[in-house]
């Protein structure tokens, strides 16, 4: 019997890895179950030793140049067949684009239930698993009886925690006999450079009150500074001032900074879908009545194009930019 998290790597482990590590080690703490841990890339060197302090005694290291990008051909039935070696009784993955096709097409191999895009998962005789629903307007609190029961994690929801314990032993494995109908030679980002919206720690989005596509580098200089990732309204989207994967709420993406600024954005339920499990909420909007003051933690009643440079100024000034 065992938990087994994976872990996801673009080139390097991503921050998501660590959290459902972390998720995990909860789980194989409260349940008794030894934690394992699950790398499917071309190679995890160095970044083994990173895994310790989470209490996982091993990770299985599925390594391959052709393994480098997800490929359900050959991931799924490395999953698969962990599982079934391990008999993990939890498995447990990140809510990513790459986690959540893998965990649904494991899931439906196994014949077993899967918690998508998790808010928090817990152990009480069973996996316990908490996710919204219906646009965040009700929060499901789940129990996943059968095993192995399966869970995804969204980014940036689980604390990292580390104890003493010393890294795992890396078990070494290569590519399964499977046949590839296809394999990813590369991965080219719409614009280089840029944090990715799901997994970003701040993200700074603008809405309909932008006024006009040429003002997006007011935001976009405040996201330089921060590091933050660019997001938007639907407004905004179907305006054609920006493109959807920047699309921030109910059709759009769920983000979960620790920082969301919402700069003229009024705060409709469907863009609060995307962004009110984030950890501080900060709103700029000139309307002291929007909706969005309704569920941040900071509100800024003012016009944005006066209040946005000005902090962008201050965050130089602290940050020494
Ligand atoms: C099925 C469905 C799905 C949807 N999915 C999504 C979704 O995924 N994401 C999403 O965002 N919406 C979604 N919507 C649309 C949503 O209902 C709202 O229409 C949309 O979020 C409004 O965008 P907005 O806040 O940018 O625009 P508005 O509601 O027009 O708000 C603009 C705000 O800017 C403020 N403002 C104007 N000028 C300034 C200034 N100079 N400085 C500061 N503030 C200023 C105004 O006071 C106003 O509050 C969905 C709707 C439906 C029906």
């Not at 990008?69 to 050959?74: G, L, M, S, V, Y």
């Not at 900074?257 to 609060?272: L, M, T």
């Not at 509100?299 to 000034?317: H, K, M």
Request: neutral net charge.
């Amino acid at each position: 019997m065992s938990i087994l998290a994976i872990l996801e790597q673009r080139g390097g482990l991503k921050p998501c890895a660590y959290e459902t590590l972390s998720a995990a080690a909860t789980i194989a703490k409260a349940s008794g179950m030894p934690l394992r841990a699950l790398y499917i890339g071309a190679g995890l060197g160095e970044d083994a030793q990173s895994l310790a302090g989470f209490g996982a005694a091993t990770v299985y290291a599925y390594e391959d140049p052709e393994l480098t990008h997800f490929t359900p051909d050959a991931y799924v039935p490395i999953v698969v067949g962990l599982a079934r070696e391990l008999d993990a009784k939890v498995i447990l993955g990140s809510a990513t684009s790459v986690g959540k096709a893998l965990c649904a097409s494991v899931a439906g191999r196994l014949g077993v239930e899967l918690a998508q895009d998790c808010t928090a998962v817990a152990w009480d005789s069973a996996l316990a698993a908490t996710k919204p629903l219906y646009a965040g307007k009700v929060v499901a609190e789940m129990r996943l009886d059968a095993t192995p029961a399966m869970a995804t994690l969204r980014p940036n929801v689980v604390r990292v925690e580390r104890n003493e314990t010393p890294p795992p032993s890396v078990v070494q494995r290569g590519k399964p006999e499977v046949t590839l109908r296809t394999i990813i030679r590369d991965v080219v980002s719409a614009a280089a450079g840029t944090v990715e919206l799901t997994e970003a720690k701040i993200v700074v989005s603008g809405g309909r009150g932008l006024g006009d596509p040429k003002h997006w580098p007011v935001l976009q200089s405040l996201c330089d500074t921060l590091g933050a990732a660019l997001g938007a309204s639907r407004a905004a989207v179907d305006a054609g001032w920006i493109a959807h994967p920047h699309q921030v709420g109910q059709t759009g993406k769920v983000v979960s900074p620790d920082v969301y600024i919402a700069c003229g954005i009024s705060g409709a339920i469907q863009h609060q879908a995307g962004m009110r499990t984030a950890r501080l909420i900060v709103a700029i909007n000139k309307d002291p009545d929007a909706p969005i003051f309704k569920i941040c933690d900071y509100g800024i009643v003012g016009d944005l194009f006066e209040i946005v440079p000005a902090l962008n100024e201050e965050f130089r000034r602290v940050l020494g930019k």
